[in-house]
Nanobody, 130 residues
Framework: QVQLVESGGGLVQAGGSLRLSCAAS????????MGWFRQAPGKEREFVST????????YYADSVKGRFTSSRDNAKNTVYLQMNSLKPDDTAVYYC???????????????????????WGQGTQVTVSS
């Protein structure tokens, strides 16, 4: 069992930066691939990024590539999402999720199946003003 708690969201102006954190409790965090997803008002939840258990392999949605960076510190049971050059379109609730696998979860046609992830956080709001 893994519990996930996101933090670091807030209100930021366009062009600004935020760093989200996802703290995990429970056993075996290092054995989990992690993902970041987001859901904007009136839209379906979408994939943002995935990172494998070592942190050495990451994938990003095209919409955030070059602006967002995922990382993890297994000693602290925490995964991070550094978000730079934020745009109003990045406004959403951001969720982290854990999948019980060591390998990388790569998107297929830009999509990552949410069913691969067993555990989800409660989400943190990110609002980008223009």
């Amino acid at each position: 069992q893994v519990q996930l708690v996101e933090s670091g969201g807030g209100l930021v102006q366009a062009g600004g930066s935020l760093r989200l954190s996802c703290a995990a409790s429970g056993r075996g965090f290092s054995g989990y691939a992690m993902g970041w997803f987001r859901q904007a008002p009136g839209k379906e939840r979408e994939f943002v990024s995935t990172i494998n258990w070592t942190g050495g392999s990451t994938y990003y949605a095209d919409s955030v590539k070059g602006r967002f960076t995922s990382s993890r510190d297994n000693a602290k049971n925490t995964v991070y999402l550094q978000m730079n050059s934020l745009k109003p379109d990045d406004t959403a609730v951001y969720y982290c999720a854990a999948a019980p696998r060591y390998g990388t979860i790569a998107p297929t046609n830009g999509v990552v199946r949410e069913g691969l992830f067993d555990y989800w956080g409660q989400g943190t709001q990110v609002t980008v003003s223009s």
